[in-house]
């Protein structure tokens, strides 16, 4: 490590409501001179950060990215070769789907220092404001976490496997290719009226969710016009939904059944 170099912080911010970042994350938004953020990250966050503090958007939608990841690479090296305190800002948890191994990689490359900070991944948070527990005694002794858009050149997901291995599946990044992971789960043996829930903008006071089963999602999508950014549940534990109280911000919060 060069000791002339700053630090860069991969920070993990929670999964939306600004509430559930850590204690450890706010204090390092205080005490940073520059800060780089995600598209899902709650803006309100920023608001801890020093009047002098630098706030950069680095936000990547689908097709849209502020800066392609070799650039941002690069940014975080620029400003460590600067000697500031930076906090990579990144939505949920900065390993769950969150490309912050390949930031690291650079840093490492570089001999620039780094630690991350875990933070609460949408995968367990989204449903859990919905009323959806991942696991249940007797109903989900197991869940899978996995995304619904792999990296180009990698191997897919084996949904007719996980059909069978996984009572809960989580599925970030999943919207655009709802209609064909469901097709592959029915055709790997699970049961075509399995519950889906696809939680839109989870833990935002404008949090909706569309609930439906494995054979009629698409179609539910469609005629909702349901859209990104959204994480998709499906097994048993989505049942739950009906019995479970929902976490409410504000009156925007919607569920949409699908009979
Ligand atoms: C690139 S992944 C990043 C995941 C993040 N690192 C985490 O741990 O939650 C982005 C995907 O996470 C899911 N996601 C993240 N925040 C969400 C939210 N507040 N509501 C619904 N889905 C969310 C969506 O599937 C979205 O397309």
Not at 147 to 164: C, I, M, N, R
Not at 237 to 259: D, G, M, R, T
Request: aromatic share 8%; charged share 20%; with cysteine.
């Amino acid at each position: 490590m060069n000791p002339e170099y700053g630090k860069v912080w991969l920070v993990g911010a929670g999964p939306g409501d600004a509430d559930l970042i850590s204690v450890k994350a706010l204090k390092l938004l205080q005490k940073a001179d520059v800060v780089l953020y995600d598209y899902l990250v709650n803006t309100e966050l920023l608001d801890y950060c020093s009047a002098n503090c630098e706030r950069l958007y680095v936000g990547k939608k689908k097709d849209k990215h502020t800066y392609p990841q070799e650039e941002l690479n690069q940014l975080l090296v620029k400003y460590a070769n600067k000697g500031k305190t930076i906090v990579r800002l990144k939505g949920g948890d900065p390993f769950v789907f969150g490309r912050g191994v390949e930031e690291i990689v650079t840093l490492i490359n570089h001999g620039i220092d780094y630690e991350v900070v875990p933070g609460i991944t949408s995968g367990v948070a989204v449903p859990a404001y919905m009323g959806i527990p991942v696991t249940a005694r007797h109903v989900a002794s197991s869940v899978t976490f996995v995304t619904g858009h792999p990296a180009k050149g990698k191997s897919s997901v084996d949904w007719q496997a996980l059909a069978k291995a996984s009572d809960t599946l989580v599925v970030y990044m999943g919207v655009s290719n709802a209609g064909r992971i469901a097709n592959a789960l029915i055709s790997g043996g699970k049961n075509e009226d399995t519950p889906v829930a696809l939680i839109r903008w989870g833990t935002y006071p404008q949090q909706e969710m569309l609930t439906a089963t494995l054979s009629t999602i698409k179609r539910a999508m469609e005629d909702k016009g349901f859209s990104p950014p959204a994480l998709m549940v499906i097994g048993e534990v989505v049942s739950f939904s009906k019995q479970l109280k929902p976490i409410i911000q504000s009156v925007k919060h919607q569920e949409l059944a699908y009979v």
